[in-house]
């Protein structure tokens, strides 16, 4: 079964940087896209970032120029790398890596990660 386990979030002053990992283990498979979600309280779950597997990137209006969004495909691990972080990034930041596994096309889910800008 394929785990995705995050890790790198933490509370942080604005203006600080935080750089969060999404290791996927479990197995032989090939990544096909990846992302970065998040959901911060009272709002709805937003596309931060996302890499597909030829490297091309996208990413939210609100954090361009601020994070950016890096695939280990050796490691089959994302990372986001966050700087400038403002109050208003504050969320839980899910990872979502998308795989072929046994020759079925799966979409796998990081249990999320908090990440506290204070202000």
């Known amino acids: 079964q394929v785990q995705l386990v995050e890790s790198g979030g933490g509370l942080v002053q604005p203006g600080g940087s935080l750089k969060l990992s999404c290791a996927a283990t479990?197995?032989?498979?090939?990544?096909?896209?990846m992302g970065w979600y998040r959901q911060a309280p009272g709002k709805e779950r937003e596309l931060v970032a996302a890499?597909?597997?030829?490297?091309?990137?996208d990413y939210a209006d609100s954090v361009k120029g601020r994070f950016t969004i890096s695939r280990d495909n050796a490691g089959n691990t994302v990372y986001l790398q966050m700087n400038s972080l403002k109050p208003e990034d504050t969320a839980v930041y899910y990872c979502?890596?998308?795989?072929?596994?046994?020759?079925?096309?799966?979409?796998?889910w990081g249990q999320g990660t908090l990440v506290t800008v204070s202000s």
């Open positions: 890499i597909t597997s030829v490297g091309s990137t």
């Open positions: 979502n890596v998308r795989i072929i596994k046994t020759g079925r096309y799966l979409e796998v």
């Open positions: 479990g197995g032989i498979f090939v990544i096909t896209a």
